[in-house]
């Protein structure tokens, strides 16, 4: 009887390989974008596990460029999609044109059948808008017509949301932000990193053309290669419960951390969070050339995976309460295994 392939070990050769990939996605990855250490890491998680990313930072944090070096350093197809009120869920996913020549409909194909997709500025799309995208990016196809069209494999949304100038956004709901796989917030960078992002811009870094910038790009198959080694890497029983009993705390906070910080907490996580723990623990293990998950990879993506899924309430907000203050109380009421 065969194995299934989710249970087959790694070797050292699956190892080397994906070793292998992953470097070269990361010299890119450099090469563009100065600093963000942690947008890379979540890039690149999001990339072996073919999940979502929310991004938010203001304007002018390389958002816009890690998602198009991304995009090249794998050789794959990129659109950006500019949000606005006006825009239409045809306009995203593709609508029926008459031909008056052949007295018939002809289907073209919206930007969201792409392998990465730049979603700029959701929350300036209307809901109806922004139900029609979340739903091509759980469902991984669209409806056109009456008929069914697959996205490309991999596919992969990047999300931005700008936290100021809200007036005329249309906030996400917090179920729909649970679509997400991980939310990262940019910082600015540091004094000696905005000093590396102009002199770049001096050498002509930055000018270069698409057919320049894929000279080390891996294909479109390494990337799919990776995704199914990552299914493979091994976690322990114990660690499944780890996160498990994680996820519990947010939804019954009062009986494990202080009554001061519980009380902020309106929702806890869904069975996604676990879901989505379980999956970006076994990514970042890969990325870091091992075949199995430890409880610090679990620690390592705690905001990433929870920041969106904890809701806090309105007293949170007024006393200026950050919902990862709250997350690493949870971990520490929480034994490691």
Same mark, same amino acid.
């Given at each position: ?52 990313? &929310?991004? !938010?930072?203001?304007?002018?944090? @390389? #958002? %816009?460029?890690? $998602?198009?070096?991304? +995009?090249?350093?794998?050789?794959? =197809? ?40 730049? &979603?700029? !500025?959701?929350?300036?799309?209307? @809901? #109806? %808008?922004?139900? $029609?995208?979340?739903? +091509?990016?759980?469902?991984?196809? =669209? ?48 004094? @000696? ?145």
């Amino acid at each position: 009887m065969n194995q299934p392939a989710s249970s087959v070990p790694l070797g050292p050769d699956d190892l080397a390989r994906a070793g292998r990939i992953v470097d070269t996605v990361s010299r890119a990855f450099s090469r563009k974008v100065v600093g963000q250490a942690n947008m890379r890491d979540t890039l690149l998680v999001a990339l072996v596990t073919g999940g979502h990313v &929310l991004l !938010e930072s203001v304007p002018g944090l @390389a #958002k %816009t460029t890690a $998602a198009q070096t991304l +995009a090249r350093s794998v050789s794959a =197809t990129f659109t950006r999609i500019q949000c606005t009120p006006d825009l239409l869920p045809s306009d995203i996913t593709g609508t029926q044109i008459y031909d008056a020549q052949k007295s018939t409909f002809v289907t073209q194909l919206g930007p969201v059948h792409s392998n990465f997709v730049l &979603l700029d !500025e959701i929350n300036r799309s209307s @809901a #109806k %808008t922004q139900s $029609a995208m979340l739903e +091509a990016m759980q469902e991984r196809q =669209t409806s056109i017509g009456g008929t069914v069209y697959r996205l490309p494999k991999p596919f992969l949304v990047l999300a931005t949301q700008n936290p100021i100038e809200q007036e005329g956004t249309y906030q996400l709901p917090e179920a729909q932000l649970d679509r997400f796989l991980l939310k990262e917030i940019l910082e600015y960078p540091t004094p @000696a990193e905005e000093a590396e992002i102009i002199r770049r811009i001096e050498s002509g870094v930055y000018d270069e053309d698409a057919s320049t910038a894929a000279v080390d790009a891996v294909s479109v198959d390494d990337v799919l290669y990776l995704q199914d080694l990552a299914k493979r890497v091994y976690i322990d029983a114990s660690i499944v419960n780890y996160i498990v009993q994680l996820i519990y705390v947010t939804r019954h906070p009062q009986q494990y951390i202080p009554g001061t910080l519980a009380d902020y907490i309106d929702f806890g996580a869904s069975p996604r969070a676990s879901i989505a723990f379980t999956q970006a623990a076994r990514a970042l293990a890969l990325l870091h050339g091992r075949d199995y998950v430890i409880p610090e990879d679990v620690k390592h993506l705690r905001h990433g995976v929870l920041r969106h899924r904890i809701i806090l309430n309105y007293e949170a907000a007024a006393d200026d309460v950050k919902v990862e203050t709250i997350i690493d109380a949870i971990f520490g009421a929480v034994q490691t295994p």
